[in-house]
Structure formats: C-alpha cells, structure tokens
C-alpha cells in the first residue's frame, strides 16, 4: 500500500499559533460495491472486500495525523464497529475495536457521523435512495484531534429540512419535491482551537458533506449546496450572537461535492442545457459567492420556476479550494466509468491562508480500489493558517 505523501509548508512563526491540516476523503462504504459498478474484470475481489479496505483506510487516515479529518460514505457498522464487518454479517452485539470509527477514536479523535431517516410517505425519493432503501445507514463523518480541539457542539444537516427551503426552491413544486426527496447531508462542528487564545477568536466552524451524485440533478446539487450554507450559516452564527447580523466564524468545509470544477457534456444528461466548458453549478457558487438563474445548472434553467432566486454563500464570501482552478487535481475518483475531480476543501479565505496541499495520486491507467489505493477516491488535503 502507498501512504500518503508528507504536507509541504512553510514552518510557523513561533509567535503564532501552528496551522492547521485537513483532509477530506469518501472512503467508498461497502453497500456501495457492486459488479456493475466494478466490473469484476476491471476490479480484484480482494480489491473491493471491505476486510480487506477497511485496516488500509485506517492506516491511511492515521498517516496523515491531520487535525480534521472529513468522511463521506461512512456505514453505520464502521462507525459503531458493529457485526463482523459491513455487509458481512457477524455478532452485530459486539463492537469490533479495530472497526474504523473504535480505531480512529482510540487514536485520539472524536467525531460526528450524519444519516438522514427516509422521507416520510408520500414524498418521492430520489433516484439513487429508491434504490438503496435496503442498504444500510450510509453517510458523512467528521472527526477532529481531541489535543487540537475542544469540540462546543455537533450538528446534523438533513439537506431536505433546510429551514430556507421554501427561499431556496422559490415555492416551485417540481424544484421543492426534488430537494424533499433526497436523503443527502452533512455534519458540523463548531470547535475551539485548544493552541490560540481563548475566546471567539479560536472558534472555527467545520463540515463534512456528500452532495448527491447523480450527473443528471445538476440543479439538485446547487440547492443542497445552497441548504448547506445556509445552515452551516445559522449554526455558526448560534455560536456568535444568533442574530443574522452576527459575524460568521472561519469556515471550512471538506466534501464529496459530485461536481466538476469546469463541466463537460460527456457529464450532461440529453437535453439538458449545456455547461460543458463552464464551472459546474455547485462548484460556482462556492467558488464566486452566488449563482443566478442565468447558469445552466439553476433550477429555473433545468425545470423552470424559481427564476427570481439567486443563490449565495450565506454571509461568506466567495470560499476557496484549497487547490483552487486551474490548479485542481487532474481527478479525485478514477475508476472504469468515471474519472475526474469531485472532492474539495473549500476555507473562507478571509480567515485562512493555504500554506501547503497533500500531494495528488500518481497517475496511472488501473482503475480504484486497488492494492495501492482502498477506496475509489482519493484523499484532498491542505495545510491552513488563520490570517
């Protein structure tokens, strides 16, 4: 197995506190593996049993000895270390101390795990969900260095309650029953840095999210997007007044965003108005601050209505890749179907200044999982100081 290579940055000045590193990662759960999505021919068995995933995940993640580390596609059984191992039956009674949350905890972190219930009946699900209703809990984690920090709250955001919902699809039915059908979300933090001074400004505000994937919702993408900020928002300003003038704490968020830093119509469903060439929806509204209905991937361009809503980043500005474009990885899943960059760690660049990036993958013509590599995608990572 390949580990990591090291970060590369700059040493701290002794008078200021040391940055920070963080890596997000969707370590591609078992319920997701199948032979149509890993074709038997293009991928090992061995490759792709989580027994086998699983120890090599950990012994990643704990290589890199990052401060915040943000997960998506966790499994419940990971998580809580139940049954002999995801999907693979066992004594669900008997927690497993070498499962990948006991062992990431053991070693020193604590985290939040998200996992939306099922919508309630009526509500039309999403595609992905209406096909995956028997699959075990699945979502995004977010652990963080118990040395580094002292955690004030956890938070779960359940995309499809955004409390600005109704702002967000502009009351259009087929925009709101598209976002009410979806599972997808994230989880927060609001954390004090145990190595700067003491009050509001050693507080930060951390994510973990997976936007739905399905390259044919575009426009779905930009609403939990814009749910998530929105959120992320009110939970961060709970922390610094609650009122909506009150100043927003450093953000920084890590996630499977399933967007592409410039799009490409092999990625566009038939008919759909054209972004080739373009940012993707989601990934332009992170990276410009707001999105309007002129971009193809708006709701109003995809489905019509909600031709009056602008979508913005809540109170930031802009955010930043920590890769940044042009500068992006040339991919951050590469399998037999798909290869391209849909994993990032966007900073609120007016609080954080990048001083260094994981390394990218090597390139190469095998497809993920591997021996070298125990997921299909591959970690991003960054070292951030506070400006």
Not at 36 to 55: K, Y
Not at 81 to 95: I, R, V
Request: glycine share 12%.
């Amino acid at each position: 197995m390949l580990l990591p290579s090291l970060f590369f940055f700059p040493l701290s000045s002794p008078s200021r506190p040391p940055p920070q590193t963080v890596v997000t990662y969707n370590i591609l759960c078992d319920a997701y593996v199948s032979d149509r999505s890993f074709p038997p021919e293009s991928n090992a068995a061995a490759d792709l049993a989580w027994s086998g995933r699983e120890p090599r995940l950990i012994a990643e993640i704990l290589a890199m000895d990052v401060d915040l580390v943000c997960l998506q596609e966790v499994q419940r059984e990971a998580w809580l270390g139940l049954g002999g191992e995801c999907g693979g039956g066992g004594d669900a009674a008997t927690p497993r101390p070498d499962a990948l949350g006991p062992a990431l905890r053991a070693a020193g972190y604590e985290g939040g795990w998200f996992w939306d219930t099922p919508p309630p009946p009526g509500v039309p699900r999403s595609t992905l969900k209406a096909r995956r209703d028997g699959t075990p809990p699945v979502g995004p984690a977010l652990l963080v260095k118990s040395s580094r920090f002292t955690v004030h709250r956890f938070a779960a955001i359940a995309f499809r309650d955004a409390r600005a919902a109704a702002d967000l699809t502009g009351g259009h039915a087929g925009t709101t029953a598209l976002l009410a059908g979806c599972r997808d979300g994230a989880v927060a933090a609001v954390l004090e840095d145990k190595r700067r001074p003491g009050g509001s400004a050693a507080l930060i505000l951390a994510a973990s999210t997976h936007i739905h994937w399905d390259y044919r919702t575009p426009d779905l993408k930009v609403l939990q997007t814009a749910a998530l900020l929105d959120e992320l928002a009110r939970f961060g300003r709970g922390t610094t007044g609650g009122a909506a003038s009150a100043p927003l704490p450093p953000l920084i968020i890590g996630g499977d965003f399933n967007s592409l830093p410039l799009d490409r119509a092999s990625n566009e469903a038939p008919g759909a108005p054209s972004c080739a060439g373009q940012p993707s929806g989601a990934y332009a509204l992170l990276s410009s601050g707001a999105l309007g209905p002129g971009h193809p991937h708006h709701p109003a361009r995809q489905r019509g209505g909600t031709s009056g809503v602008t979508y913005t980043t809540a109170g930031w500005d802009a955010l930043t890749s920590v890769r940044g474009h042009p500068a992006e990885p040339a991919y951050t899943t590469r399998t037999t179907q798909f290869e391209g960059t849909l994993d990032y760690v966007f900073v609120s660049p007016g609080d954080w200044r990048v001083v260094g990036v994981l390394e990218d993958p090597p390139p190469g013509d095998a497809p993920a999982p591997s021996q070298a590599w125990p997921s299909d995608h591959f970690a991003v990572g960054a070292v951030v100081e506070r400006r």
